[in-house]
């Protein structure tokens, strides 16, 4: 859109609220510029701790690097985090293996009998 409002600005010579308002663009949004710094070196560290411990989750790899005396916001680190494409491995689910054991088809009567030892 920034590059729309620049052309529409320099071919025809209308203001910038107005090719904003042309464009239907808020001129805050158009003149916005972005503070955010480079998230290289925190990728960097979040990819060597998770490295080295390959369980922990986004919350406690913060942990880590506030303990090592990086100052960095939680959603930031939550972010970078998702973009370097780490994520903990989900443990699946134990479930009872069959045997393949088949009931017998009974055909007649005390074929099986079942014993009570309960208390009487």
Not at 62 to 87: F, T
Request: aromatic residues 8%; contains cysteine; glycine residues 8%.
């Amino acid at each position: 859109m920034r590059t729309e409002v620049g052309y529409l600005r320099s071919t025809f010579g209308p203001s910038e609220r107005r090719a904003c308002e042309l464009m239907e663009i808020a001129v805050s949004s158009y003149r916005y510029r972005s503070r955010r710094q480079g998230d290289g070196e925190l990728r960097e560290k979040l990819v060597a701790l998770a490295g080295e411990k390959p369980r922990f989750g986004y919350r406690r790899l913060q942990v880590l690097l506030k303990q090592s005396g990086e100052r960095v916001n939680h959603k930031r680190v939550w972010r970078v985090y998702r973009e370097a494409g780490l994520c903990v491995k989900r443990k699946k689910r134990k479930r009872r293996v069959s045997r393949g054991l088949t009931t017998q088809m009974l055909s007649r009567p005390n074929q099986e009998w079942a014993l009570d030892f309960g208390a009487p």
